[in-house]
């Protein structure tokens, strides 16, 4: 989940650009340690520094935020008259900051790219809480954590990103990316659609 930035004449003709960004990110597979957390939200930004035509460097942060859903939660209780139990959990996210390259082309009003990233995604996975009690004695509660929550990891990622765009004056230009995020050493793959707005300095 990179920001990126066009490198188009109409845009102007310094080098440093900066961008926001927000949009949509996917647990595409919902595997691994995020198994249990569904599609979530995502807000960063970054620098760009054009190294010649079309071709840009590019320096970025980004948050992303998922809700926990519990879709893949692994429960086994005895059989055991009057055992009553619930799970609950928080949510979990992650910060990615990386450095790529993108490579861009002018067709018409449209500048469409192509993107690629690599560097560290922190991962924070929420708590998950598992509370047990007996029909007989409902006020007295034990709790314990789902094993894999609660675990924060740091993982390196590649990336690859499709998108366009559109410039709305000489400084601003207005994008939308498709990106794909994969983790190296765990489970884990990311589909950020991100929507941005690009400043040229």
């Known amino acids: 989940m990179i920001a990126l930035f066009y490198s188009c004449n109409a ?15 996917y647990n595409a597979f919902g595997q691994g340690t995020m198994s249990n957390w569904g599609d979530g939200w995502a807000m960063g930004g970054g620098v760009g520094y054009r190294i010649m035509p079309n071709t840009d460097v590019t320096l970025n942060l980004l948050y992303s ?20 139990y619930s799970v609950s959990g ?9 450095i790529g390259m993108r490579f861009s082309s002018q067709v018409h009003f449209i500048n ?3 993107s690629l990233r690599m560097g560290l ?3 924070n996975a929420g708590d998950i809480t598992i509370s047990e009690w007996f029909d007989s004695n409902p006020q007295k509660v034990s709790y314990s954590k789902y094993y894999d929550s609660g675990v924060s990891s740091t993982d ?4 690859i990103g499709i998108g366009f765009i559109i410039p709305v004056n000489s400084k601003i230009g207005l994008g939308l990316e498709g990106r794909f995020s994969q983790l190296l050493n765990s489970k884990g793959s990311f589909l950020p659609v991100i929507a941005s707005i690009n400043y040229n300095l």
């Open 65 to 84: 935020h998922y809700p926990y859903t519990g879709n893949s939660l692994f429960l086994s209780f005895p059989a055991i008259a009057g055992l009553r």
């Open 90 to 98: 928080q949510p979990s996210n992650a910060y990615e900051t990386s």
């Open 156 to 159: 390196i990622f590649l990336g």
């Open 11 to 25: 845009l102007g003709q310094t080098n440093l650009r900066i961008e926001i960004q927000g949009g949509k990110s």
């Open 112 to 114: 469409p790219f192509i």
């Open 121 to 123: 995604y922190i991962l």
